[in-house]
């Protein structure tokens, strides 16, 4: 199957400061790349959908301002976290998807991020 | 809004036991569903996806059934193995191709 990694695995970083996470697809070309965060023993909320060279597609009541989304490539998203809070606190995961059907969705390994 | 929730939300078997998780979902104007599985602290691996022309599909021990009238899914395991843990988790794709909501995930322990 197709590959979706994520860079880094985990972070930590101090409250007010910002972080980037990396999503690829390594063997396809994902037209549409969506990124979700899973808080301990719940399931994948999303937070936005991004197509190549569009702007994302933010969820209700994800701060775009705070959550900035870039899919400059075709294999490449990146998830920024700006001034990030303890309360951002989550496991970050992204997907990517291909063109046409049957519309598979892979996902990354997911990236661990804590503030303190 | 689309709806996805799955029963038991949890789950123990002993080793050896077949058993069958069970995924629901409100809008049966789908596109198709997959099965997922998650282990702790880990990202999800694709275990069947189900087109929604399909009835079912099948993978090693592992069998999905989609009945899009009724709007349920069902995954079946057979001859569970403790290396089944995990967290279940199936997801529905509306009929555009743009939502993909996930059921909040069945918590499987496979006892040796």
């Known amino acids: 199957g197709a590959v979706v990694s994520q860079h880094p695995s985990w972070v930590i970083c101090k409250s007010g400061t910002s972080v980037k996470i990396e999503c690829r697809s390594l063997?396809?070309?994902?037209?549409?790349m969506f990124w979700y965060r899973q808080f301990p023993k719940q399931s994948l909320m999303l937070m936005a959908t991004?197509?190549?060279?569009?702007?994302?597609?933010?969820e209700q009541g994800v701060e775009k301002d705070k959550f900035l989304i870039n899919h400059a490539s075709l294999t490449l998203s990146t998830l920024t976290v700006t001034s990030a809070h303890p309360e951002d606190s989550s496991f970050y995961i992204c997907s990517a998807r291909g063109s046409g059907g049957p519309y598979e969705q892979y996902f990354g390994p997911g990236t661990r991020l804590t503030v303190t | 809004k689309q709806e996805v929730t799955q029963i038991p939300a949890a789950l123990s078997v002993p080793e050896g036991e077949n058993l069958v998780l069970n995924c629901s979902f409100t809008d049966s104007a789908i596109y198709n569903l997959q099965w997922f599985r998650q282990d702790p602290g880990k990202g999800l691996t694709s275990l069947l996806l189900?087109?929604?022309?399909?009835r079912e599909q099948t993978s090693g021990r592992l069998n999905a059934s989609l009945d899009k009238s009724s709007g349920r899914s069902t995954l079946y395991i057979a001859a569970s193995q403790p290396g089944d843990s995990a967290t279940y988790l199936c997801a529905a794709l509306d009929n555009y191709g743009q939502n993909f909501v996930f059921g909040p995930g069945t918590r499987l322990s496979v006892l040796p």
């Open positions: 189900i087109q929604s022309s399909q």
């Open positions: 991004s197509n190549e060279g569009s702007k994302a597609t933010y």
């Open positions: 063997d396809f070309q994902a037209t549409t």
